[in-house]
């Protein structure tokens, strides 16, 4: 038994539980530039796996003048968004001449974690090319040799949800004014206004022209809306600073609302009922409503998005 480097080598009379690969003519893989073998699938602890072999060194890791074996997770595609799994690996190269193996493993006992994105894990330096071509240690006889896996699933953790929040730095509003003509027209309870782009969503300024609330004394009502608040998934959230004006256009002295708000499918209009008193949006005397005509706009925003981790 030897430990060095924290890689414990040592002889086992077993030979590997779980999968064996055995080479014939292994100088003909560099010859005919075969640089990485992989092999057939195998199971173990509940899930399949395949080994890589490197016959003259994994060249991506600078790798030279030594053998590299790698265990690679195989179908992770269908695992739940978030998974690990810790398994205790022993990887082994038949001993020819004594009928034995050396295993090569961790020298702590350490359990190696897959994850999303590490499906990977082996030794890049699993023995010299000098000490495996020398047929006097068994490991290469006749151009031929065997490797060897025993993989052991100790325990798993899978979270089924998770969220990402990004906020955005040097966040830029984007301003749209709607100019509503012939307001003493409008008789519905509320009107939208055309659609606008921010942040690859569709949103909308509503008038209730009369309030949203009954109540004395009457308020106009300004919201802003998502357009299609269903097409965001349920655990998706925009985080969002919202201005809303009504636009004096005597004097410039607007009517201006501000708050910040998350919006989701759930939760996709932000305003207040109360926004300005309707005596005073129509008096004359203010330059709210001129002959007829106002001008509403909205500020929009996006300071941070939430979707589900993936």
């Not at 071509?133 to 060897?148: H, I, M, P, Q, T």
Request: glycine share 6%; with cysteine.
């Amino acid at each position: 038994m030897d430990i060095q480097q924290g890689i414990l080598r040592s002889v086992s009379d077993t030979s590997p539980a779980h999968y064996q690969v055995r080479i014939q003519s292994f100088s003909l893989l560099t010859k005919n530039a075969i640089e990485r073998y992989e092999s057939a699938e195998f199971e173990a602890g509940g899930y399949k796996w395949k080994l890589v072999l490197y016959p003259s060194g994994n060249k991506s890791k600078n790798v030279k003048d030594h053998i590299s074996l790698y265990l690679v997770l195989q179908e992770t595609t269908s695992f739940p968004f978030c998974w690990e799994i810790y398994v205790k690996i022993r990887f082994s190269l038949l001993d020819q001449n004594k009928d034995n193996y050396l295993v090569v493993e961790d020298g702590l006992g350490m359990e190696r974690k897959f994850y999303k994105r590490k499906v990977e894990w082996g030794y890049d330096e699993l023995i010299p090319l000098k000490t495996f071509s020398d047929a006097s240690n068994g490991y290469l006889v006749n151009d031929s040799c065997e490797f060897g896996a025993e993989v052991y699933v100790s325990r798993e953790r899978i979270r089924d949800k998770g969220e990402s929040l990004i906020m955005i730095r040097d966040a830029i509003p984007y301003k749209h004014t709607w100019h509503i003509d012939s307001y003493s027209k409008m008789t519905e309870e509320c009107y939208d206004s055309q659609p606008f782009i921010v942040g690859n969503h569709k949103w909308k300024i509503q008038v209730y022209p009369r309030g949203r609330e009954t109540g004395f004394p009457p308020y106009l009502s300004l919201y802003v809306a998502l357009v299609e608040p269903t097409t965001l998934n349920p655990s998706s959230k925009i985080y969002t600073q919202i201005v809303l004006r009504i636009l004096d256009q005597k004097q410039s002295k607007h009517q201006i609302g501000k708050a910040n708000f998350w919006f989701s499918a759930s939760s996709h209009q932000h305003g207040a009922s109360k926004f300005l008193l309707l005596s005073t949006f129509i008096n004359q005397y203010f330059g709210f409503l001129i002959k007829d005509n106002c001008y509403v706009e909205a500020e929009v925003t996006i300071l941070g998005v939430v979707d589900a981790l993936t």
